[in-house]
């Protein structure tokens, strides 16, 4: 004989998985940084094909920077959601401070 499921179905549409059983807001923000990445492919392609068209060093200098400036923001938006994940899932408030530790070594590290 089943064991009837007595856990409460959850109606709640901000507490629903998405069909990849991720949180909507985590599978948003999946689809922002990927859109944003895509946005600096674009960008990379650009700049060869001006490169290939020999567009002046002044021009070429405005994209790579824009370019840069774009994954600049996606890494920080990273780095934004391990500090808001690792601050959220901290049992504490000595392994929320070490939560924060371990994203400001990050930083040091790749910022």
Same mark, same amino acid.
């Given at each position: 004989?089943?064991?009837?499921?007595?856990?409460?179905?959850?109606?709640?549409?901000?507490?629903?998985?998405?069909?990849?059983? @991720?949180?909507?807001?985590?599978?948003?923000?999946?689809?922002?940084?990927?859109?944003?990445?895509?946005?600096?492919?674009?960008?990379?392609?650009?700049?060869?094909?001006?490169?290939?068209?020999?567009?002046?060093?002044? =021009?070429?200098?405005?994209?790579?920077?824009?370019?840069?400036?774009?994954? =600049?923001?996606?890494?920080?938006?990273?780095?934004?959601?391990?500090?808001?994940? @690792?601050?959220?899932?901290?049992? =504490?408030?000595?392994?929320?401070?070490?939560?924060?530790?371990?994203?400001?070594?990050?930083?040091?590290?790749?910022?």
């Amino acid at each position: 004989m089943q064991k009837p499921n007595l856990e409460r179905a959850n109606t709640d549409s901000r507490e629903m998985a998405s069909p990849s059983g @991720e949180p909507p807001a985590r599978e948003q923000h999946k689809r922002s940084l990927i859109n944003r990445l895509r946005r600096v492919e674009g960008q990379l392609r650009g700049i060869q094909g001006m490169i290939e068209k020999e567009a002046t060093c002044e =021009d070429l200098a405005q994209q790579v920077a824009a370019a840069r400036r774009a994954l =600049d923001r996606t890494f920080f938006e990273i780095v934004a959601c391990t500090m808001e994940a @690792e601050i959220e899932s901290a049992p =504490d408030l000595v392994t929320a401070k070490s939560a924060g530790t371990h994203v400001a070594k990050i930083l040091a590290k790749y910022g």
